[in-house]
């Protein structure tokens, strides 16, 4: 069930939404198990022989931190659930590509896998390893396990994040719905349509430009350089307005009962270091990565070459994390590689965020967004031998014999244009201008309607700020309009995959 399906804003929603406050009136314990009931159906709506492995993997890491109460025992047990956690993501999402590599390296064929990859495998695994992890460190053990099952399943974060962290979710558990306003509610529901709109109106209109491309390139054939450009930054936006919608549409469905998730972007592609895009970027893993991986590797507290080492340990895992493919270790190691790059360009000395406009700021953005253009080549692509058709297409070395050929259909909210091959690329040029426009200038969804986190300050004011008028609902209501045509289309968010 999507978040931009009608299914799920006209009968799940609505549904749950009643059922809350149903339930919140008799108690916040009645408003929790809702909650988690509804989660859990969620689930269960995609594949409910899924919900099976769901439900065992929540039970058996609750019931292992019970018993790491016991410090005799902490250690081992947290090792032990840790070990049961990525066993059971590498089965799920790497054995395959373990057995092609192994069979590709040894030339000896390898039984053939079909394995179906469980949704969101990736978030509800690395969110229980965290809580194992605290755990080990001395963080409280959880002994309810309804709020701990909402936790892992809360529906809003749960197929494609943000990742949340164990001790700023439970605490708003408990309290479920007793501090929210119609305020709230009233701008949860706003943060939801921005979300959706980044979706299925900007998101998806780019897809037309980048899927029949990289197919192309995928199958052998190469590209021109024009439409390698092309393609290659209409991905760079839609993943951004797809991934980006999906989290503020979490933010929003939290608000609505009461719930702060953490901000998952904060304008990535306006980072003027590699340094500061993974600040801004998919904050939530980063946040992991660091936490988890990262500093217990040693950090920077081992020396330069070391801090090196692990930085680009670190990113390669990331890319693993993201797929089981050789193109995701590439597309890590190539930030892995950047990374590196930008510490050692800083020589380790802070280096002031100013706001001015100066022409090392605008160097360092441009340097930093084509970085980042050129390793979501490799993300995009479904094979290497594809990312390097797409790439020599960038460069202008392409085979003009073999090149991608446009349909010169142009799709808008899916309904088909007859337009020129040529006549189609300066089309979608002018809608790649646009989004572009919207990714580097505007405020975001945060800034723009004031949000704030768990415990933390809202964020900066913007220009434009949303407030509970008139106006401003004629506004979300007509974003909500236009997006409904767009849900026709029906494209699966691309982290659905990961």
């Known amino acids: 069930m999507q978040f931009s399906s009608f299914t799920f804003l006209f009968q799940f929603l609505p549904a749950v939404l009643l059922a809350f406050a149903a339930a919140r009136r008799h108690s916040p314990r009645a ?17 409910p022989i899924y919900l099976l492995l769901f439900l065992t993997s929540i039970c058996c890491n609750f019931c292992l931190g019970l018993l790491m109460a016991d410090p005799r025992y902490c250690r081992s047990l947290g090792m032990l659930g840790v070990a049961l956690n990525l066993a059971t993501l590498c089965y799920f999402k790497y054995a395959g590509f373990l057995l092609d590599t192994v069979g590709a390296l040894s030339g000896v064929p ?26 080990m460190r001395g963080a409280k053990v959880e002994r309810d396990i309804v709020s701990y099952t909402l936790f892992v399943s809360f529906f809003p974060h749960l197929i494609a994040g943000p ?51 990289f197919a192309h390139v995928d ?21 951004y307005f797809d991934f980006s919608g999906y989290s503020d549409m979490a933010l929003g469905l939290g608000l609505l009962f009461g719930i702060r998730l953490p901000v998952n972007f904060r304008s990535p592609y ?18 992991f990565l660091r936490d988890y991986l990262y500093i217990p590797l040693g950090g920077n507290r081992l020396g330069e070459i070391r801090r090196y080492i692990n930085l680009l340990l670190t990113m390669l895992l990331g890319g693993l994390w993201h797929g089981a493919g050789w193109n995701f270790v590439v597309w890590g190691g190539l930030h892995g590689l ?40 490799f993300f995009r692509a479904g094979t290497v031998a594809g990312a390097w058709q797409m790439l020599r297409g960038l460069s202008g070395q392409g085979d003009q014999a073999h090149a991608y050929v446009s349909p010169g259909v142009l799709r808008v909210m899916d309904l ?49 700020r949303w407030r509970p008028n008139a106006l401003w609902a004629l506004l979300v209501a007509i974003a909500f309009t236009i997006a409904l045509f767009g849900m026709w289309q029906r494209l699966e968010f691309l982290y659905f995959q990961f």
């Open 31 to 47: 408003g929790v198990l809702v909650l988690a009931g509804a989660s859990l159906f969620f689930y269960g709506a995609w594949k």
């Open 110 to 135: 390898m039984p053939l896998t079909n394995i179906v990859l469980p949704l969101g495998i990736s978030f509800f695994t690395f969110q229980q390893i965290a809580y194992l992890v605290d755990v």
């Open 163 to 213: 990742l949340v962290h164990h001790a700023e979710m439970i605490p708003q558990f408990r309290r479920a719905g007793s501090t929210r306003t119609a305020s709230m509610a009233a701008r949860g529901l706003a943060i939801f349509v921005a979300g959706l709109f980044k979706k299925v109106v900007i998101a998806d209109n780019l897809a037309q430009f980048v899927s029949p491309v």
């Open 219 to 239: 199958a052998g054939g190469s590209v021109t350089t024009a439409w390698a450009w092309l393609a290659t930054l209409s991905y760079t936006l839609q993943i």
């Open 270 to 287: 306006r980072a003027t270091s590699i340094i500061e895009f993974w600040r801004r970027w998919h904050i939530t893993l980063s946040r």
């Open 338 to 377: 950047y990374l590196c790059i930008n510490h050692l360009w800083r020589g380790g000395r802070d280096v002031k965020q100013d706001g001015a406009l100066s022409l090392a700021r605008i160097a360092g953005w441009a340097v930093t967004f084509v970085a980042v253009v050129i390793a979501w080549v």
């Open 416 to 464: 088909p244009i007859l337009l020129g091959a040529g006549q189609l690329w300066l089309a979608g040029s002018i809608i790649l201008g646009m989004a572009m426009v919207v990714a580097l200038a505007m405020p975001n969804v945060p800034q723009i309607f004031g949000y704030r986190e768990y415990r933390r300050a809202p964020e900066p004011s913007a220009l434009v």
